[in-house]
């Protein structure tokens, strides 16, 4: 029931072996899944490449979802492969540090519309494309974060624009749920990635995060893929449309 056998999906989001998707990547390799694995650009492609080979990735691809048509041509990469696609994660955020560490109040225009359209809207695009592959159902998956349900101090501008990711899944769940495609968001407590370096006084949060979460520890990499790998397995066919916290329980305090 929970074998990845067969299965080929999408991953989004690896830069290093610190970052959720690559935990993600190793999890679905593991339950048996073929992978195509994206880069963000030349730069990343070095750091990116291996791991992708460490995880049998058959396609590594490039992706920047602000170069016009690389979105596009990644799936048409994956349909000339495989002909399906049955599940892909979309793992990437981004925000201008300028509008990140000021107030939510106080950002800018361009810098709120772009942190949308790489870290929410680039989930719908990739919904819409991934739909006529997945002929025989499948999974969409993307990353959340705690900040987007309470006030978490120094996310900013990211908790307005995780909110809007989570009900976009919400939205697109409903929508794509008729021909079998399930649809989540993940919210992990905080981990030492590359994205949440810029996040000020990171280090104090996960600390505090530790301290109060009931199971008084954080998660890792590997705690998301394994709740990753069991969302688009057969076991979890029953659900869709949440937002599913793997936090240590840190959600359920006060």
């Not at 291996?50 to 596009?72: C, F, K, R, T």
């Not at 002909?83 to 793992?91: I, N, P, T």
């Not at 495609?181 to 990171?202: E, M, N, Q, W, Y």
């Amino acid at each position: 029931m929970f074998s990845l056998k067969g299965k080929r999906g999408l991953v989004v989001g690896v830069a290093n072996d610190h970052s959720i998707a690559y935990g993600c990547a190793k999890a679905f390799h593991q339950g048996g899944a073929d992978l195509a694995i994206t880069y963000l650009n030349a730069k990343s492609e070095g750091y990116v490449r291996p791991l992708a080979e460490n995880v049998g990735a058959s396609l590594i691809l490039p992706l920047d979802v602000e170069i016009p048509g690389q979105l596009e041509a990644v799936f048409e990469a994956i349909q000339q492969k495989w002909g399906r696609l049955d599940f892909l994660v979309h793992s990437i955020a981004f925000a201008p540090k300028e509008d990140l560490h000021g107030r939510v109040t106080d950002c800018s225009r361009e810098g709120f519309s772009r942190a949308m359209d790489i870290s929410c809207h680039s989930f719908m695009r990739m919904a819409k494309l991934a739909e006529p592959l997945m002929t025989e159902g499948g999974t969409l998956l993307t990353m959340s974060y705690h900040g987007a349900d309470e006030v978490v101090a120094n996310y900013g501008m990211m908790g307005p624009v995780k909110a809007a990711l989570q009900a976009s899944t919400r939205y697109i769940a409903s929508e794509l749920g008729p021909k079998g495609i399930r649809v989540h968001a993940i919210s992990p407590g905080p981990l030492a990635t590359r994205a949440a370096s810029g996040i000020k006084d990171f280090d104090s949060l996960m600390q505090s995060s530790a301290a109060r979460a009931p199971l008084h520890k954080l998660v890792d990499i590997d705690d998301v893929g394994a709740l990753c790998a069991y969302l688009v397995s057969d076991g979890a066919r029953s659900l869709t449309g949440g937002t599913i916290h793997v936090d240590g329980g840190y959600n359920i305090i006060d």
